[in-house]
Structure formats: C-alpha cells, structure tokens
C-alpha cells in the first residue's frame, strides 16, 4: 500500500513538472513605446512590444496596461506569437497596440505587467515566477509642445561568447528631435519592485562556476570583467562574458529638450533586454543589424 502511494505521489509530480515546463516561461524582454496622434490632440497610441520564449503554451495576454491617469487598467487579449528564427531558437515577438486619450496636460507613468519571465534567468533569482513589468512616460505639456517615445531599431534580445567582448546598441532615435541620454537600471517585477536577487551579468559567481581567473577574465585576459552603458550613444559593453545561459538588463532611455537655454527631461522608456551568452569558441556570432 505505502509502495502504491509513493508511486501514485511520484507519478504526479511529474506530470506537474512536465505541465509546469510547459507552460510557465514566455516573456524575455520587451518596452512601451508612445506615439501622440497630432500636437493638437490628447490621444496617444501606446504599444507594447514584447520577445517571446515559442516553446511555451503561454501567449502574451491577460496583463495589465496603467496609463498613469487614474482610468480603469486594460486588461490585454491573447496574441499570438510571430516566430523570430532570425534571433534564436524558441525566440518570438508580439505587438499590441491601443489608443487612449488623456483629460488634460500632466506627466504619466504607463505601465505593463504580466506573468511570468521565462525560466533559468541566471542573474535573478527563480525567474520563471517573476513578474514582467515595465513603464515609460508620457509629458503633455502644451508648452513644451508635441511629446512622442523614442524608437528603438535593434531587438533586444542579442547573443554574445564566452571570452569575447560584447557590444550592443539600441539604435533608438527621437522623432521630435529630442537629445537622448542612456543608464542602467534593475529589471522590475512590479513598480517600483525590483527583481529578486538581481546581479550584474559580470559578477564573479558567473565566471567561477565554468573555472575562469575572475582577475584575468577580460577578453585580452589582463583585468576582471567589466559591464557598462555609454551615457550618449547608449552602446552597451560586456567585455567578456562568462558562464553560458540567459542573462537580463534593463536601461533607461531619457528624452531631453533644450528650452530657454535649460535641459528639460521630457520623459523617458525602460527597455528590459535578454542576453544569451554562448560557448562560441571566442568567435563573436555573426548578427544582421536592421
């Protein structure tokens, strides 16, 4: 009897396991971008872009949309994937967008939140229950004039190799001619929560664990690793990653317009990237950058 129950216990176990495998990871990186419909309107078309994990059951949807002004969230339909074989294996994009309109000037958070990250994230702790979130504002200020997010060309999922230097780039650009500046931040796991356990990607535990000299780990193998954002052109660099696997980072992209002689921070959107470190023999993969 007490065999028949540790095999029945067993037995459900896995089936949860397969089932939870399955189903629970999809979002990888992803941001809010805004457009205004005219100067002369209050009406904004706000769209969400998110990246994928396709060997997921789970679609992008049932999450929760903030405009930042105090009206009812939108609650998102279920969209489904558009398959990305260019970016990776199992790597896809969704894009969502809706119009809402604003009663009067201010300055608004948008948010996103939905469930859950996929798994294995190394720099997070158990990403695959942690919560997507991220937000970008929106400035109505009919003195400062029309307001619209920057664009952002490049994906942010990118690859990179054990050893070698890693560059990135958003390509973002602003459509109202605003100058843009670039920082780091923790990805979030609800506003103004951030992930638990986040690290740096070049944090000495990522190097012991596949046997590297953290003091030696830099590409031209001189000096540790290091990790930074170009504070102007937003070129991010990792020189070098360590151990293979899935890491994630988040930026800030601020807008800034020059009035009356004095920089004004229009606003700004939080871009949550995903970097796949691979074994590549210290070749750098070879990426087709729009």
Known sequence: ??????????????????????????????????????????????????????????RFGDGVLDFGDGSDPHITPTVENTRRPDLGPNIGTVSYSIAHTYGGPGRFVISYLEPNRNAGILNMFNSVETRFYMESTVNIDPFLGCDNSPRLLVPPIDKACTGAAWYHNPGAYDPDGDSLSYEFTVPKR?????????????????????????????????????????????????????????????????????????????????????????????????????
């Open 1 to 58: 009897m007490v065999k028949c129950i540790r095999r029945l216990s067993l037995l459900v176990v896995l089936i949860l396991m397969t089932a939870f495998s399955v189903n629970a990871t999809h979002l990888r990186a992803g941001e809010i971008t805004i457009r205004r419909e005219s100067c002369t309107s209050l009406t904004f078309i706000i769209t969400i872009t998110v990246y994928t994990n396709t060997g997921s059951d789970i």
């Open 190 to 290: 609800d506003k103004g929560i951030e992930v638990s356990n986040y690290r740096d990607p070049n944090v000495k535990e990522f190097y012991d664990r596949i046997g590297l000299d953290y003091n030696h780990a830099n590409e031209g193998g001189t000096a540790p690793p290091t990790f930074s954002i170009n504070a102007v052109t937003g070129t991010i660099i990792w020189d070098a990653p360590g151990a293979p696997g899935e890491y994630n980072i988040a930026f800030i992209i601020k807008q800034w317009r020059k009035v009356a002689g004095v920089w004004i921070n229009q606003g700004y959107v939080v871009r949550d990237m995903q970097i796949i470190v691979e074994d590549c023999k210290n070749k750098r993969p070879e990426l087709t950058v729009p």
